[in-house]
């Protein structure tokens, strides 16, 4: 039957980067490890962790989720109480959902940095909260930028906001703000600080606690190496949690602003069997040597006099924005235009500049090491030779 010929395209799909060098910031911390690329096909069917569950899927002991969820992810996260969600967005929304709902009056507002993600912005829009966003700065956002965006939402509100939220790092630049003096500047104002941390938890060292923050937020598909949808939620505090947790009126074990369960099956499974390997490469001398790559690589293309790097330098992440003014006079004449650098870095079988990009770009080094991170820059150069731009 023709109908059911058609059904057929989408069946196996190949996925012709996948062996590519990926320096999309997207994916670079959520390439699966190898032992979560068993437990994808392993725990790969529908609700397959729930073999053992007595209602609450935190509570599972069979596969391991209660010892994850209750100790390994809030020691991690230097929390007191964890959950895992199915992304960052969820988890950012759960807080501000439960903040909104059980807040005495209407017509609150959320602070956040002139970065925010709009996953960040639609979960206020969606909770019902405004939005009160710090002026966007000349490089980077400073303690004072919070302190100015707070006085302004309490004199166009009458009152203080529900939320401060911090995009650490942001995911244009990779820079990474003052996150103790920001915290402690919301705290003056007695409000609660959610930190923003998906391109952070599962990448570098973070301890909510240290910060001084009192909510936190990953995503394990683009920084735990997990299939996703995935993600993290840690909070500080015991009255923060339980009118975060709270139960149902109608089932005394399901959370509300959870819909009783959230991450089951693959996602949750992938994202604990590559856990061990996070928590290794996470340690500070790990992400410190993640750093110095990351600097190297920006160093190397600098001296070519042809990429500026926009943002915090030297260089604190492996998340990099540059301007490249070769590759955009080379757009100028090629025969591709534009999309001549996608072209050429497809032969090269490196993966993640967006298609059409050439004078702005982002990128990241994350995980790739000397040989490939030379390689990519090598390329770069070899590029801008090509077309007469060296
Ligand atoms: C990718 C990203 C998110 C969204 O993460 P999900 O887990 O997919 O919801 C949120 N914030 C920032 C800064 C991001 O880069």
Known sequence: MAANNNLQMFQFIKRDTRDFINIDPLQTAGLLTDAARDALIEWGDGYSVCDYCNGALDLVKKPPIQEFVYKALPEFLGTDTARV???????????????????ADKNNYVVMDAWAHYSSKVAAERAGLEIVQTEKPEKEIMPEDFLKAIETGIEKYGKKPLLTLLTYPDGSY?????VKKIAAISHEFDVPVLLNGAYAVGRMPVNAKEFGVDYIVGSGHKSMSACGPVGVLGVVGDEAAEQLFRKSAYNKVKEVELLGCTSRGAPIMTLMASFPEVVERTQPENWEKEVHLARG??????????????GQNPHNHDLMFFEAAGFFNISEKAKRGRYFLYDELKDKKIHGIKPGLTKNFK?????LGQEKLDFIADSFIDILKKYDEI
């Open 85 to 103: 969600m199915n992304g960052a967005r969820e988890s950012k929304f759960a807080v501000m959902h439960s903040l909104a709902s059980t807040a």
């Open 174 to 178: 990779g820079n990474l703000a003052d």
């Open 297 to 310: 690589f920006i160093q190397k293309l600098e001296e070519t006099g042809k990429f500026k790097l926009f």
């Open 363 to 367: 990128m990241s080094t994350y995980g």
